[in-house]
């Protein structure tokens, strides 16, 4: 996993690395059209809360 530069704020890292999962969840979907959330936990290494989370969020995104 890289390393999120740290940007001076309080909790930066933390939005940083959420900003980060974010597009690996919409990255691993737009290349696996079809695929399921629990194979995207499984190939993405990403748990299941944080899936969800951003797959909540990029669908509502697309509305």
């Not at 940007?7 to 696996?32: D, H, P, Q, T």
């Amino acid at each position: 996993m890289e390393k999120v530069e740290y940007v001076g704020k309080r909790g930066s890292n933390k939005i940083a690395l959420g900003l980060k999962n974010k597009e690996k969840v919409r990255e691993w979907f737009l290349k696996n059209k079809g695929g399921t959330q629990s194979a995207c936990i499984k190939e993405t290494g990403l748990t299941n809360k944080t899936v969800s989370k951003h797959l909540t969020t990029i669908l509502k995104e697309q509305e």
